[in-house]
């Protein structure tokens, strides 16, 4: 094995939480389902669809460095929201915890002069400077509209955003 036991374990905990953050995502296209919002819905299916992608390639870095890939238990994710705004926020702070769990493992590589981990992990933290902004964009957005029909109106914007990429 290339990397280091801890490294291993810390990059094991990260695509566990990717893969979390695919159900949180998942489960925020279902509620938006619910309420008509489609476009809202197709938004986070693809946002889900991208974090699958983060952990996988974690995993597959795991792989390349001799190391296990382990698959823990699935916590249970919020389901149903007051309102979008309150699901917007979400989107927010898991951005935010994720960003802190990625500086995080920059500082391990650096302190265990991991120059390999360090080159890897450096993607990520590139990515979540957009993650966070576009959560901060949707989020923005919500709280402008205030009633069902603004939400509707909105999602003329959210397409843009998904097609933009
Ligand atoms: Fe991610
Ligand atoms: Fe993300």
Sequence with gaps: ???SKEMAARLNVQVN??????RSYLAMAYWFESIGLKVFAKFFFKQAGEERGHGEKIAKYLID???????????PVQVSFKSAKEAAELFVKVEVKTTTMVHE??????????YATHDFINWKVGEQVE????????LGMVKIAETPGQLLMLEGRIWQMIEKG
Excluded at 17 to 22: A, D, G, Q, Y
Excluded at 65 to 75: D, F, H, K, N, T
């Design 131 to 138: 993650e966070v902004a576009t959560a901060n964009e949707v």
């Design 65 to 75: 460095q001799g190391a296990e890939v382990v698959l823990g238990s699935v916590a």
């Design 105 to 114: 493992i920059v500082e391990m590589a650096v302190r265990e002069k991991d």
């Design 1 to 3: 094995m290339m990397i």
């Design 17 to 22: 939480h990717e893969f979390e953050n695919e």
